[in-house]
């Protein structure tokens, strides 16, 4: 009889291919076993489970709900979040501690539903890695760059992009910014008007 394969705690993973705006292929790594011995799982809404340490959470966040229970059996704490699991894997490189994913590879809707996600949880390190590529893409993408800034109220990168949605129309605008940024918008180009 053949002796049983060995299994080992490892990282386990899957890839998940796209494309960039362009049309080029990227894939995306999916790590589910982010920490040995985590005392956490992390459910997506699309059930992939992310295994975690309550301390990485604790330490690198400032937005996940209190995990304090303590449980009675050697099972994980398992908590559901609405997020999809090629987002919440993007997220949770910047929780542990690991080198932090190329955000510039990834398309402009990930990155969107990314610095929603970073904002919800606030996960520090990818608030900051969001902005700096929303910055950088602002050329390429100034709606969904104007949207983000003026929700989260980055006044220097909603400035940047305003001046390149000004042919934008209202409608457009009103269904993707919040209210207070709407009136703001409003007197920025009754103003852009009054000078042209």
């Not at 542990?96 to 398309?107: A, D, G, K, T, V």
């Not at 904002?119 to 760059?145: D, Q, R, W």
Request: hydrophobic share 40%; net charge negative.
């Amino acid at each position: 009889m053949a002796p049983a394969p060995e299994t080992k705690k490892a990282k386990i993973s899957t890839k998940l291919t796209g494309s960039k705006a362009d049309g080029s292929p990227y894939t995306l790594l999916q790590s589910t076993n982010f920490c040995q011995s985590a005392d956490v799982t992390i459910i997506s809404s699309d059930g992939i489970r992310f295994q975690l340490h309550k301390k990485n959470l604790a330490l690198n966040t400032g937005g996940f709900p209190p995990l304090e229970f303590t449980s009675t059996t050697e099972e994980p704490e398992q908590v559901t979040l609405s997020e999809k699991g090629h987002i919440l894997d993007l997220l949770f490189h910047f929780v542990c501690p690991q080198r932090y994913p190329n955000l510039e590879s990834i398309e402009m809707s990930v990155l969107s539903e990314l610095a929603e996600a970073a904002e919800k949880y606030e996960v520090f390190g990818a608030i900051s890695m969001c902005k700096v590529v929303m910055k950088f893409e602002t050329p390429n993408h100034p709606l969904e760059v104007f949207s983000y800034a003026t929700r989260y109220n980055y006044l220097d990168l909603a400035d940047k992009a305003a001046l390149l949605v000004l042919g934008t129309p209202l409608p457009t605008i009103a269904s993707r910014v919040p209210a207070n940024a709407l009136v703001a918008w409003v007197q920025f180009l009754l103003r852009h008007i009054d000078h042209n």
